[in-house]
């Protein structure tokens, strides 16, 4: 049924009102298409820009990456680490999230449980500098790649991991503050598992899909929800609940392919595009000021009193 516009201009008079003290506003913290990357390979000059992209800075353990045909494509001899910085993002408020989306393609998977690994950070404050040789450090051991003092053991955060031919399970993992120089190596005490489920095949040259979510509960904890939709995969997802989070801050990404398997050549390559990061925020908006409500009041008045003037008419 149609409102009557009598009724329909005093319900507008207060929409304003409702509207001052709920909504939520998304921020994007990172957004990389790679469709303006430079095309050049990794590598080059002593402590050159090894970002790849003229949207994000993209840093690498080893001369790993390259840009063709509007994607990034990231083929270590053996295994590597490719990292990006964007500016913090903290969940406060119950509903509060960060998110990371991404497109990508596999080819030659090699055997490996955990062969394929992305994760969401906080470094404290403490970021990686490049070495004399521009490189950021190999992130799964300890190694001269890394500038002096590396950061990484101060890094607290979670990863997602997977094994590409399916033979591993499909993982959801938190790094706590420890001893480690390893960012995203789950060879050591640094990672607890959180949640498993069965993995799946992944197709070569074939499209996926991936998304890694975090949302802060009522309760103060973090539902994490990390999931792969494309090919031939079936409700491919885990999730969890993280009781007493790590850290509620995130200021780093990372993915990491491991293809060194004795089954298979050390051939294996991961494309990736479409790369984003993004927040919801439900802070409250400011209650507003009594002149505000003194305006609506106003308008709502003005409104009836036409209404009346319209009746006696």
């Known amino acids: 049924m149609l409102m009557k516009p009598r009724v329909l201009l005093v319900c507008s008079a207060f929409a304003g009102l409702g509207g001052a003290l709920s909504g939520q506003v998304t921020t994007v913290a990172l957004s990389d298409a790679f469709a303006e990357a430079t095309a050049r390979s990794s590598g080059g000059a002593a402590s050159a820009p090894l970002g790849v992209s003229s949207a994000t800075q993209w840093y690498e353990s080893s001369n790993v990456l390259s840009v063709s045909d509007g994607a990034m494509a990231f083929q270590p001899a053996a295994s590597a680490t490719v990292v990006a910085f964007y500016a913090p993002q903290t969940l406060t408020y119950a509903g509060d999230s960060i998110s990371l ?83 995203i190596s789950t060879t050591n005490s640094v990672y607890a598992a959180l949640k498993t489920a069965t993995g799946q095949a992944f197709e070569e040259q074939t499209d996926y899909h991936g998304v890694l979510t975090f949302t802060l509960n009522e309760t103060g904890g973090l539902d994490i929800y990390s999931a792969i939709t494309g090919g031939l995969l079936d409700n491919y997802a885990v999730a969890t609940t993280d009781a007493t989070p ?26 990736l595009d479409n790369i984003r990061i993004s927040t919801l925020s439900n802070a409250p908006s400011p209650i507003p000021e009594p002149s505000t409500y003194a305006v609506i009041a106003g308008a709502a008045m003005l409104t009836l009193g036409v209404i009346r003037r319209r009746r006696r008419t």
Not at 104 to 121: D, E, Q, S, Y
Not at 141 to 168: C, E, F, M, Q, R
Not at 253 to 268: D, H, K, Q, R
């Open 101 to 183: 989306a991404f497109d990508f393609r596999v080819t030659a998977p090699a055997n490996i449980n955990a062969g394929l690994r992305l994760g969401l950070f906080d470094s404290g404050g403490n970021l990686p500098t490049p070495n004399s040789n521009g490189l950021i450090g190999n992130g799964t051991s300890a190694s001269t790649d890394y500038a002096a003092n590396a950061p990484w053991v101060n890094y607290k955060g979670y990863i997602s991991t997977l094994n590409p031919t399916g033979a591993g399970a499909f993982s959801i993992q938190e790094r706590a503050v420890g001893t480690s120089q390893s960012l």
């Open 246 to 271: 790590a850290t509620l801050v995130f200021d780093t990404i990372s993915f990491y392919l491991n293809v060194n398997s004795s089954s298979v050549p050390a051939a294996g390559t991961l494309t």
